[in-house]
């Protein structure tokens, strides 16, 4: 009887052990924390070229506002679609090619000759943005089993952004003077080839295990992103003078029509895009809550103190600039307090009182912003100081909420919130203004009538915004509680 030949056995590749510091990951978040900068830093970099922008490209100031909102526009509208693909096809695999794609729409920035074709890389930067943000925080949560692990590289990836976020302005307004307003864009090609290496070194590809198997549900990636896109530009078209009455308000119920679809829709098919049981989660359902009351609170005061500093107290603009530092200061230098406060309240308590932070912040301003300026910088201190504790641990929290290859939808579950309260934040504040300040309201200083006006402005919108920001803390802590007392 022949002997059957020997098989050679071939072992397995040990299962890759989770870093146990921050210092062993440090490729990795070296990567994702470029990424991250990309995100923050873009608009704030463009924003002081657009100027130029205009006189060379010939750009009326509407179009001009399409090359800021087409990237927002498509990279909120994308997000949650990508984020769920990435989710089923790999994080690191979307991550990649979302760097490849951010290069390239970069570089082709160089042969821009028209305003359109600007609006058209921008919108192509909104869909690199829209497969990379969401996944710099998911996989840097997915990187560690701790979740004090996951909160401290969170917040470096975070602390890098708002740096960036700060020196955005600055940087732009230094490399202007020495470049055309193209190097501006083109810079991103090198850090997203830089974020491309590091990220392809290390962090790991996404094991088959770890990955969501079920189809993707394409109608309902349809109806989700119409609604987000939606409900992003009605707020443009609630605070642009131009626009129809109407207008504004059909867009909003277009956004409405198309949520409640998609709501329909999940409900009903057997692999939802987005499964709404998920969402009902305590811990999704509480940092959600608080998500959007801190995007809601801290776009609607920024907006106001922008324009009370400016025009109703003549500031400068330099002069308004150094008005808003302690917020600058807190949000970057405020990473500090999020491991103490973390360690000594727990994830869930860090972040209900974070938000609280936020909506008392807001409040002060709306009660005593009027009396002098320390009390506006007062208010500016305690909404960062509430948002950059906020803005980490309760998107922690509802990524914590969902199962191990839902991650990257959780983060953009999260930024979506964030997103989309913003815009609302901005939209309370520009209608309140249309309807009772008189006049021009964006003709230099203000006349003494529309000063006294744009007070009843900041009771009234920032009443209106403190009053929903509050209901939905008390959304979040009632459904974090539900969950503390259910685990």
């Given amino acids: 009887m022949r002997a059957q030949p ?28 470029a990424v991250f900068l990309v995100e923050m830093l873009d608009n704030a970099v463009l924003t002081v070229a657009l100027p130029t922008i205009g006189r060379e490209l010939h750009a009326s100031a509407a179009t001009l506002q399409l090359v800021t909102s087409s990237y927002a526009v498509v990279f909120g509208g994308l997000m949650l679609t990508l984020s769920a693909l990435a989710d089923r096809v790999g994080r690191r695999r979307v991550m990649l090619a979302g760097l490849v794609l951010l290069a390239a729409a970069a570089l082709a920035t160089g042969a821009v000759t028209t305003i359109w074709q600007l609006v058209a890389v921008r919108a192509v930067m909104g869909v690199a943005a829209a497969m990379t943000t969401p996944g710099s925080l998911a996989l840097a949560f997915r990187l560690f089993d701790a979740d004090e692990l996951r909160v401290r590289a969170t917040t470096v990836i975070s602390t890098v952004g708002l740096v960036g976020l700060a020196l955005g302005p600055t940087v732009g307004g230094l490399l202007l003077a020495v470049a055309p307003w193209q190097a501006l864009l083109i810079v991103n090609a090198p850090v997203a080839a830089l974020a491309f290496v590091c990220i392809r070194r290390g962090v790991a590809a996404d094991a088959l295990a770890d990955l969501h198997r079920s189809p993707a549900d394409a109608p309902a990636g349809v109806l989700g ?18 626009a129809p ?11 409405l029509a198309a949520a409640a679809a998609f709501v329909v829709r999940e409900r009903s098919t057997p692999h939802p895009l987005l499964d709404l049981r998920l969402v009902a989660h305590p811990l999704v359902s509480s940092g959600l809550a608080f998500k959007a009351a801190t995007g809601l609170a801290t776009a609607g ?24 530092l302690p917020q600058v200061v807190v949000l970057i230098g405020g990473g500090f307090l999020i491991r103490p406060v973390m360690r000594r309240l727990g994830l869930e308590r860090a972040a209900s009182l974070s938000a609280l932070t936020v909506v008392l912040g807001l409040l002060t301003y709306v009660v005593l912003g009027g009396r002098g300026y320390a009390w506006v910088a007062l208010a500016l201190v305690l909404v960062a100081a509430g948002m950059r504790v906020n803005g980490v641990v309760a998107g922690t929290n509802v990524m914590r909420g969902l199962p191990a290859d839902r991650t990257t939808t959780g983060a953009a579950l999260a930024d979506t919130a964030a997103q989309v309260a913003t815009a609302a934040g901005v939209a309370v504040g ?34 209106t915004l403190t009053l929903v920001a509050g209901v939905l803390v008390t959304v979040g802590l009632v459904r974090a509680r539900q969950g503390s007392a259910g685990g």
């Fill in 430 to 463: 520009g209608t309140f203004l249309a309807a009772l300040v008189t006049g021009d309201v964006s003709a230099g200083a203000w006349t003494p009538q529309q000063v006294a006006q744009f007070g009843g402005v900041v009771h009234a919108a920032g009443g």
């Fill in 245 to 255: 009455a109407w207008l504004p308000w059909a867009v909003t119920g277009g956004a």
């Fill in 301 to 324: 005061l920024g907006f106001l103190v922008t324009l009370q500093l400016q025009l109703a107290w003549g500031w400068s603009p330099a002069r308004a600039a150094v008005g808003t």
């Fill in 6 to 33: 020997r098989v050679p056995v071939v072992p397995l590749p040990a299962p890759r052990r989770p870093p146990r510091s921050l210092r062993e990951a440090r490729v990795a978040l070296l990567g994702l924390s």
């Fill in 225 to 242: 992103t119409a609604a987000v896109v939606l409900a992003l530009v009605a707020p443009v078209l609630f605070t642009e003078a131009g």
